[in-house]
Structure formats: C-alpha cells, structure tokens
C-alpha cells in the first residue's frame, strides 16, 4: 500500500511519527509525499491546546475531503486527539477507518490490514515495545531521540499526565541502539527531548541519569547534542557542568519557565519560585549556555502587576529564546476549575506584547554578533533570498532563528563552516563563510 502521513505537533509526536512508519515500510509498505497519491492517509495528532487540536480537526477534514474523492483511500488518526476524545471522534468523523491512541502504534501493520479488508478500528491500548527503526522527516543530518514518555508534575493548566500517563524513561541500552543506528544513518546533530529530559532514568531507581546517557551518547560520531526541555526545578550542578565542559553538547537549554511571578507559578502548580528561577538564570547565563523558554500569558487570576513582572523580566534580557502562549482552557485539569479567568483578547494582547520585546531582546544580541565569527551547521537553500541556510549553535531548528550566509567555495548541506556575521535581516543573522 501506499502510505501518506502527516505529523502534528512537537518533536515527540515527529518521533512517534517516524517509528510508524519505519514499521510500515518493514511490512512492505511504501510512502508518499502527499495525500493525493496515497492508498492510506495517516494523521498524527496533537491535542495539548486549543489551536493544536484545531489543526488536527482540519487536517482529518481534509484527508477526508480527498476520500470523498477516491472511495477506496483509507484514513487513520493516531496520537494524542484520539487518546483524549476517542468516542468523539469516533462519532464526528465515519469516514475515518481507524483511531490509533498513544500506545496503539504497534498495531499500525495489523490496522492497516485490517482496514483495507473493510474493518473499522478504535484503538487497543496494547502499550508500545520499544522499536528503534525509524524513518527520518528531518534532513538526513540531524535527527530527534525521544528518551521519554508521560509525565509526573502535575502543573494545573496541563493535560499531559492525563493523555500521555506517567513518566516512563526508555531504557538506556535502548535509546544507545537507536542512536547507533542514527549514527550509521549520518546524523550530525542529536537533539535529546521529553516532556522533561532532566529527569532520564529516575523511574528506574529515584535519580537522574542524564549525565550519564549524555557521555555515552558523546562516545558516538555525533558533532553535537542539544538538550531539550529541562525543567527548572530538577536542573542541578551536574548538569549545568555537563553542558559546559562536554565538548558535544550544544551550550544551550530549553527551560520552560511559563511565568516569573510567585503567586501565578502557584497557581499554575510550579515547583520553581522567582528567587529560584532568577538564581539558576543568572547561573547558567553567567556559565555562557543560551536559555530557551516558554510562557504562559493570561493564566487564570494573572493580574495586571503579575503580567508587568513578566514584561520587566523579559526586557532585562534574560532569556535569549522564548515563546509565548496564550493560556489554553483545557477541560479536566485543575486550572480549568479556577476562577478569574481572563477574555480571551486580554491573553492574546498580553502574547503579542510580550513577543515584541523579546524581539528587540533579540535584535539587540544580534547587533552584538556582528563581526563575529560563528559555527553554523549548513541545513538548506532558500532559494527566495539565494542565500545558504544554516544554524549556530545557539539555534535550534524550526523554532530559532537562522543564519543566512554566502561562500565563495563549494559547501555541503549538514557540514559546519566557520562564518562571519556582517549584518541582521530581521532576527536573523547575515555572514559569509570564512
């Protein structure tokens, strides 16, 4: 058959996405690159907001426009959306032959049998083997390693724990051979994700083993390794100093902080207060480690001197990155159950104004890089501008900014090349390969 899928969602969601359908082609299966052409439709989705269980819906709406169009195409919808509305969507949408809930994905080659023999599938909960195979949608020169699932903090605003369950690290004897095997497959850049990687093995005896899956990923050819979401509070000495002094590791961090005030990261159930949060801030800043994150505008109760707090951290200049979200109401968890909620202009106002200051955070290091030179692996072509299309190390992909850069000898897509910033357009940077 066949198979056409599109991913939803984060990183994680990518991962799972790239598992299936390394099952599928070892059934003997081939993939396409649009729904037009595929026998079989797969939508992987995500339901952790509003606009992302949106996209979903629109994306099913679609793949079931084109069955309308070719009676004998197949639709399934995996992941996340079916996880959590199961017979909702059962109800909403008959045209789709299959739902497939998190733990579903290793009966992806029996579903697709049985669908194609006109059976209607609603999930099985039979809880995933690990499986290392893999079909990469990333360029062939960096790559995701999902080293755990679910989680256990409980923030009240979040319906992960109820969708994904519990914190489950994958094995570490596991995670080497996938990462062999992405290693064989050329990867340069190993970006480590999971609701939260700094807890990495504490299911097994009650402490992080992070630094150490660290070090024996760095004994592998990869250039560099990038860690992804780790939450503030489980940030220790170790890891801060792994970061630092492993020659592998990208000097950058993804913290989701969600919010600076003390009485809102309450409310929201945060385990890390504002003197933390600015101590460990001023820590790893001080230590040279670029700081991602990610913030919650208009959270239940936010007032209007919480959100200026917000606004003056942000302008000093103390996260390099970040994204900001207005707060998404969802159904079953405690922040849902709060009063105070804010009108839905209010949060998006405080988002847009937040996103401007972070930009001139930004414009203002870029000034600072000019003349400077930068280590940037070459990712593609933009072929608009005509310009080389890369990252440094302090950008990570599709959520970064980017460095655009000329040569004046022949480079090739997933190299590093030594280039000197001469110039911004817009947030990103302007160089030329030395």
Do not use: W
């Amino acid at each position: 058959m066949k198979i056409g899928a599109i991913s939803l969602g984060c990183d994680k969601n990518r991962v799972d996405t790239e598992k299936m359908l390394a099952r599928l082609v070892s059934g003997g299966h081939t993939l396409v690159g649009n729904e037009e052409d595929a026998d079989v439709i797969i939508v992987n989705t995500c339901a952790f907001t509003d606009d992302a269980k949106s996209e979903a819906i629109d994306e099913i709406l679609s793949a079931v426009g084109h069955k309308k169009h070719s009676k004998k195409k197949k639709i399934i919808v995996t992941g996340c959306l079916p996880q959590r509305y199961m017979e909702t969507l059962e109800k909403e949408f008959p045209e789709v032959d299959a739902f497939l809930g998190i733990a579903d994905y290793d009966n992806i080659l029996d579903t697709v049998e049985k669908i194609t023999r006109g059976d209607k599938i609603f999930g099985g909960a039979c809880g995933d083997e690990f499986y290392s195979g893999r079909v990469l949608t990333t360029p062939y020169h960096y790559a995701y390693l999902k080293i755990a699932d679910g989680c256990n903090n409980h923030c009240t605003y979040c319906a992960i724990p109820s969708i994904r369950g519990k914190y489950r690290s994958e094995k570490m004897e596991d995670l080497l051979l996938e990462a062999k095997g992405l290693e064989k497959e050329g990867v340069k850049e190993l970006i480590l994700v999971a609701q939260d990687v700094t807890r990495y093995g504490i299911d097994f005896d009650g402490k992080s083993h992070l630094v150490e899956l660290v070090d024996a990923l760095s004994q592998m050819d990869f250039d560099l390794i990038r860690l992804l979401y780790l939450e503030p509070e489980a940030i220790d000495d170790s890891i801060i100093d792994m970061i630092v002094t492993n020659p592998k590791v990208a000097k950058y961090a993804d913290v989701p902080l969600q919010h600076i005030d003390g009485d809102t990261l309450k409310r929201m159930g945060r385990r890390a207060g504002e003197d933390y949060t600015r101590a460990l801030i001023n820590k790893m800043r001080e230590k040279g480690i670029t700081l991602r994150s990610s913030f919650i505008c208009g959270f239940p109760g936010e007032s209007e001197d919480a959100h200026e707090k917000l606004v003056e951290f942000i302008r000093e200049g103390n996260i390099d990155y970040a994204g900001f979200f207005a707060y998404s109401r969802e159904e079953g968890t405690p922040a849902d159950r709060l009063s105070d909620h804010l009108d839905d202009e209010i949060k998006v106002e405080r988002a847009e104004r937040l996103r401007a200051i972070q930009t001139e955070v930004i414009n203002n290091r870029n000034q600072q890089l000019i003349g400077k030179t930068v280590k940037v692996i070459y990712d593609e072509i933009d072929y608009d501008k005509q310009l080389f299309l890369g990252r440094a190390g302090f950008q990570t992909p599709d959520i970064d900014n980017v460095v655009y850069f000329t040569a004046d000898k022949e480079v090739h897509i997933g190299e590093f090349y030594d280039v000197e910033i001469t110039g911004v357009d817009g947030i990103d940077l302007v160089g030329k390969v030395l």
